[in-house]
C-alpha cells in the first residue's frame, strides 16, 4: 500500500483543496502519514469513506501521488474484514447478483423503455452507436426520464443507435471506488465478452462515470468511446440536430467531476447550451477545473455520511440563487439526483429546476403532436 504513496512531502495541498474536508472528518494527508508510520485503525477517525474520489487531491499533488487510488486500496482492505456499512454491502450483493446497485432484479432493466419503440442490440448484429444507458438512468425513476430524452433526441434524427437491454450490466466505476476491486474485474470481464459478441461503432453513456471506466479503466476496447454530450454536439454541429422551441431561461452548467476534472471535458456541454435558442448562460464562480463536487461520486449515494454540515450540493444550490438562474444544468445522473435533494431541502423548487443537458435538448427540438 504505502508503495502508492512514495514521493507524498506532507505538504497539505490535497486537504486543502478537498471539498468534503470543510464538512467531514476527511484529512487525506493525515490519513497519508498514519499509513507511513504505520498508525493502525485509521480509518474511523479520518473519514476515509467520505471520499468522493473527484480526484482534486490527485490534481493537486505537486509529486503526483495517486491519492485516490490509496483511498481505494484502504476501503478494499476494509471490505475483506467485513468493516463496512450495511448500506455497502447490499449495494455490493446487489451489483453481484442483479448487476446494478440499485437492489432491483435485471429483468426490470429495460423497463423504462416501454413504448419506446428503441432497438435491443442482439450477438452477432452491428450498430453506429450503442447508447449504453447506465444502471442510474435505468432503475431510478427521476433519471428514466434522461434516457427517455435521449430516445427521442436520437430517433427525431433517424440516428443509427441501439441498447442492449436487460443484457448490459454495471460498468464497475463506483463499486471499485468504494474498494471491491475483485467484483470491478468480473464486471470488466462480463462486459468485454458481451461488447465482443456485436460491431459497435461507438459506444457513448449517459453518465460520466461510466464513460471514465470504460475510457480508462476497462482493457482497450476495440471502437470509440464517448459521453453522449460530444455525440449530441456533433449532432448540432453538423446539422442533424435543430430546434424548434426556443429555450427562454437563464442557466448556469454544473461541472461533473468525472467529466471534468477526471476527462477534461470542459466545451462540449457548454457548446451544446450556447447553441440552444433563448437560454443565457451564466458561470460558476467555481466552474471548469475548480468546479464543487456534489458528493454523489465514490459510491456516496449508497454510503450514509457522518456529518451532518451543509452538503456540497446544497452548497451549489445556493450559489446558483445568487446567480438568478432558472436552471442548473448537469450531464451525469448522480449530480442530477444531489442537486435535486438540494433544492427540495433549500425550498427553492418553485424557483429553480435542476436538469440535464439532454433534456433541455429534448425541450427545445420536440415539435407538437
Same mark, same amino acid.
Given at each position: !500500500?504505502?508503495?502508492?504513496?512514495?514521493?507524498?512531502?506532507?505538504?497539505?495541498?490535497?486537504?486543502? &483543496?478537498?471539498?468534503?474536508?470543510t464538512?467531514?472528518?476527511?484529512?487525506i494527508?493525515?490519513?497519508i502519514?498514519?499509513?507511513?508510520?504505520? =498508525?493502525?485503525?485509521?480509518?474511523?477517525?479520518?473519514?476515509?469513506?467520505?471520499? *468522493?474520489?473527484?480526484?482534486?487531491?490527485?490534481?493537486?499533488?505537486?509529486?503526483?501521488?495517486?491519492?485516490?487510488?490509496?483511498?481505494?486500496?484502504?476501503?478494499?482492505?476494509?471490505?475483506?474484514?467485513?468493516? =463496512?456499512?450495511?448500506?455497502?454491502?447490499?449495494?455490493?450483493?446487489?451489483?453481484?447478483?442483479?448487476?446494478?446497485?440499485? &437492489?432491483?432484479?435485471?429483468?426490470?432493466?429495460?423497463?423504462?423503455?416501454?413504448?419506446?419503440?428503441v432497438?435491443?442490440?442482439?450477438?452477432?448484429?452491428?450498430?453506429?452507436?450503442?447508447?449504453?444507458? &447506465?444502471?442510474?438512468?435505468?432503475?431510478e425513476?427521476?433519471?428514466?426520464?434522461?434516457?427517455?430524452? !435521449?430516445?427521442?433526441?436520437?430517433?427525431?434524427?433517424?440516428?443509427?443507435?441501439?441498447?442492449?437491454?436487460?443484457?448490459?450490466?454495471?460498468?464497475?466505476?463506483?463499486i %471499485?471506488? !468504494?474498494?471491491? $476491486?475483485?467484483?470491478?474485474?468480473?464486471?470488466?470481464?462480463?462486459?468485454? %465478452? @458481451?461488447?465482443?459478441?456485436?460491431?459497435?461503432?461507438? @459506444?457513448?453513456?449517459?453518465?460520466?462515470?461510466?464513460?471514465? *471506466?470504460f %475510457?480508462?479503466?476497462?482493457?482497450?476496447?476495440?471502437?470509440?468511446?464517448?459521453?453522449y454530450?460530444? =455525440?449530441?454536439?456533433?449532432?448540432? #454541429?453538423?446539422?442533424?440536430? *435543430?430546434?424548434?422551441?426556443?429555450?427562454e431561461? %437563464?442557466? $448556469?452548467?454544473?461541472?461533473?467531476?468525472?467529466?471534468?476534472?477526471?476527462?477534461?471535458?470542459?466545451?462540449?456541454?457548454?457548446?451544446? @447550451?450556447?447553441?440552444?435558442? &433563448?437560454?443565457?448562460? #451564466?458561470?460558476?464562480?467555481?466552474?471548469?477545473?475548480?468546479?464543487?463536487?456534489?458528493?454523489?461520486?465514490?459510491?456516496?449515494?449508497?454510503?450514509?455520511?457522518?456529518?451532518?454540515?451543509?452538503?456540497?450540493?446544497?452548497?451549489?444550490?445556493k450559489?446558483a440563487?445568487?446567480?438568478? $438562474?432558472? $436552471?442548473?444544468? *448537469?450531464?451525469?445522473?448522480?449530480?442530477?439526483?444531489? @442537486?435535486?435533494?438540494?433544492?427540495?431541502?433549500?425550498?427553492?423548487?418553485?424557483?429553480?429546476?435542476? !436538469?440535464?443537458?439532454?433534456?433541455?435538448?429534448?425541450?427545445?427540438?420536440?415539435?407538437?403532436?
Amino acid at each position: !500500500m504505502n508503495d502508492l504513496l512514495l514521493g507524498c512531502i506532507q505538504c497539505g495541498r490535497c486537504t486543502g &483543496g478537498c471539498p468534503v474536508s470543510t464538512r467531514s472528518s476527511l484529512n487525506i494527508r493525515k490519513l497519508i502519514y498514519h499509513s507511513l508510520i504505520k =498508525i493502525k485503525d485509521k480509518s474511523k477517525d479520518l473519514g476515509m469513506w467520505e471520499c *468522493t474520489t473527484c480526484s482534486t487531491c490527485s490534481d493537486r499533488c505537486p509529486k503526483g501521488v495517486k491519492i485516490v487510488d490509496y483511498i481505494i486500496t484502504m476501503r478494499g482492505d476494509e471490505i475483506e474484514r467485513g468493516k =463496512i456499512q450495511p448500506t455497502i454491502r447490499d449495494t455490493l450483493e446487489s451489483v453481484l447478483k442483479f448487476g446494478n446497485p440499485w &437492489g432491483r432484479i435485471r429483468e426490470k432493466r429495460a423497463e423504462w423503455m416501454e413504448d419506446e419503440g428503441v432497438r435491443i442490440l442482439k450477438p452477432g448484429e452491428s450498430v453506429e452507436y450503442l447508447y449504453f444507458v &447506465g444502471c442510474t438512468p435505468c432503475y431510478e425513476t427521476r433519471t428514466q426520464d434522461l434516457a427517455r430524452s !435521449m430516445v427521442r433526441v436520437l430517433k427525431s434524427i433517424s440516428c443509427d443507435f441501439a441498447i442492449l437491454g436487460t443484457k448490459e450490466t454495471c460498468c464497475g466505476n463506483e463499486i %471499485k471506488r !468504494m474498494g471491491e $476491486v475483485g467484483l470491478f474485474e468480473i464486471l470488466y470481464e462480463e462486459n468485454t %465478452k @458481451l461488447f465482443n459478441q456485436i460491431k459497435i461503432g461507438t @459506444l457513448f453513456t449517459t453518465s460520466p462515470h461510466c464513460f471514465n *471506466t470504460f %475510457k480508462n479503466e476497462y482493457p482497450p476496447l476495440q471502437f470509440e468511446i464517448e459521453h453522449y454530450t460530444a =455525440i449530441i454536439n456533433k449532432f448540432i #454541429v453538423n446539422g442533424k440536430i *435543430t430546434f424548434q422551441n426556443d429555450f427562454e431561461r %437563464k442557466v $448556469v452548467f454544473h461541472d461533473p467531476c468525472f467529466l471534468g476534472k477526471q476527462n477534461e471535458i470542459f466545451e462540449e456541454p457548454r457548446e451544446i @447550451l450556447r447553441k440552444v435558442p &433563448g437560454i443565457t448562460l #451564466v458561470e460558476y464562480e467555481r466552474s471548469r477545473e475548480r468546479s464543487l463536487c456534489c458528493e454523489g461520486g465514490g459510491g456516496r449515494m449508497w454510503v450514509e455520511s457522518e456529518s451532518d454540515k451543509e452538503r456540497l450540493a446544497v452548497t451549489r444550490v445556493k450559489d446558483a440563487a445568487g446567480l438568478g $438562474v432558472d $436552471v442548473i444544468a *448537469t450531464a451525469c445522473p448522480f449530480c442530477l439526483l444531489t @442537486l435535486e435533494d438540494a433544492v427540495k431541502t433549500t425550498n427553492l423548487e418553485d424557483t429553480i429546476k435542476v !436538469m440535464d443537458i439532454v433534456e433541455i435538448v429534448d425541450e427545445a427540438v420536440k415539435t407538437e403532436e
